[in-house]
Nanobody, 122 residues
């Protein structure tokens, strides 16, 4: 399973970078996704990246968050800028899902990490 890190407590307007160390030996051909689950709400897709580094973002983070990957080191990152209180959530990495530029990202149900907490205060 992937391992997330980089969460923490920040003030609104600040930045954080989340990291995901993927476990799959075939990482370079896997699509990857970042999800988040705010308190009391369902888990939602934040961003995803194909094996060819194409990306998709939810409307709520477009222009503020950037997903990237480092195939040499089996890492995926989520750079989060201009954070808002509503970005507060547990953030999860998902590896090996299905990426479609038109239909989005469909998670691998066996590819979840344990999550990392991001808290944004005003």
């Amino acid at each position: 399973h992937p391992v997330e890190s980089g969460g923490g407590l920040v003030q609104a307007g600040e930045s954080l970078r989340l990291s995901c160390a993927a476990s799959a030996s075939r990482f370079s051909i896997n699509a990857m996704g970042w999800y988040r689950q705010p308190p009391g709400k369902q888990r939602e897709l934040v961003a995803a990246i194909s094996r060819g580094a194409d990306t998709i973002y939810s409307d709520s983070v477009k222009g503020r968050f950037t997903i990237s990957r480092d195939n040499a080191n089996n890492m995926v990152y989520l750079q989060m800028n201009s954070l808002k209180r509503e970005d507060t959530a547990v953030y999860y990495c998902n590896e090996g899902g299905t990426y479609s530029p038109l239909r989005g990202y469909f998670p691998n149900l066996r590819g979840w990490g344990q999550g990392t907490q991001v808290t944004v205060s005003s």
